[in-house]
């Protein structure tokens, strides 16, 4: 920041100077840092209370994790025998959560209830169905007295083994949690409803086995939150959250404890970090672009 101000100082500030000097404030100011580590170490890192907790967290089904996923056989095909898949979990931490310990993080990490309305925090927890019942009653004790239900509504099953069967699922499930006071609500004279659609994906790496589109968490961290505010992820597997918190200028903190999902969704942030500066900076990536192509870029071409 010194180096932008003395830049500027003592010129006459034009308003395409001015712009650049915003963008560039905004760039500093806005935080997105994923720890690898458990969310109960988290006042080692010193972070500020949140306006909204996403977290989506392990549904406990440990080795059934693949149970009418074509991924249990080989090729999709059980004609094929099973797969490495078959019998096993989606990571070795889904057959324990406790969820307890997760609504006492999150209830301490929530600001506080503010005396004025539309200004309360909020936290999004994507579930397995039965969970709901548990995070609901469970959250009571912490503080977290209310609660609206989410079903999102997919285009697909994965439980294509059981289509000849059965009535398939093709629902993801969440719950609102919430103190006292209605949460902060930015529906633009919009009725929103709690049956909402599931936007996939289609450019997204895909790092995380129960990996939740960009789309669909950029809408509830546009509903809950302002501009500038703070987005937790206590779980954050393959950093959508933050992903989505960076794409609409909110900060962004989250943990996870397995080092191969750190690692890959990490790597990942930082190049979209990057990618978002130079966008305002330049009007344009350079640096992803020159991954594709060579660039000229101040007389040196990139190879």
């Known amino acids: 920041m010194p180096c932008i101000l003395s830049r500027l100082q003592g010129t006459n500030l034009t308003k395409d100077k001015m712009q650049i000097f915003e963008k560039e404030k905004r760039i500093i100011r806005l935080q997105h840092e994923l720890f690898n580590d458990h969310f109960q170490n988290y006042k080692v890192y010193n972070i500020p209370k ?3 907790i996403i977290a989506d967290i392990p549904y406990n089904v440990g080795i059934n994790a693949y149970g009418s996923n074509p991924s249990w056989y080989i090729d999709g095909d059980n004609q094929n025998g099973e797969s490495k898949l078959a019998g096993k979990e989606f990571f070795d931490t889904d057959k324990d959560f406790r969820i307890s310990e997760f609504l006492h993080f999150c209830s301490t990490m929530l600001k506080k209830e503010p005396k004025e309305r539309g200004k309360a925090p909020a936290m999004v927890v994507f579930c397995e169905f039965e969970q709901q ?3 609901i009653e469970k959250a009571k004790k912490y503080g977290l007295n209310n609660y609206i239900n989410l079903v999102f ?3 697909f099953s994965a439980q294509v083994l059981k289509a000849n069967m059965r009535i398939v699922g093709n629902s993801e499930y969440a719950i609102v949690l919430f103190r006292d006071k209605l949460p902060k609500f930015n529906n633009n004279g919009k009725m929103v409803f709690n049956v909402m659609d599931w936007e996939r994906d289609s450019s997204m790496e895909k790092i995380h086995p129960t990996q939740k589109p960009i789309k669909v968490l950029e809408k509830l961290i546009k509903l809950f939150t302002d501009e500038g505010e703070v987005v ?4 954050a597997g393959s950093g959508s959250t ?5 794409n609409c200028n909110r900060n962004a903190y989250g943990f996870e404890i397995k080092k191969d999902f750190f690692k890959a969704a990490s790597e990942l942030l930082e190049s979209k970090k990057l ?3 130079e966008i305002e900076k330049y009007g ?3 640096t992803a672009a020159s991954k594709i192509h060579p660039v000229f870029d101040f007389g040196v071409i990139n190879d």
Request: net charge neutral; glycine share 0%; charged share 35%.
């Open 50 to 52: 949140a306006q909204l």
């Open 133 to 135: 019942f548990e995070l």
């Open 153 to 155: 509504r997919k285009n």
């Open 232 to 235: 937790i992820d206590p779980v």
């Open 242 to 246: 933050l992903l989505a918190a960076l």
């Open 275 to 277: 990618e978002k500066e």
């Open 284 to 286: 344009w990536a350079k």
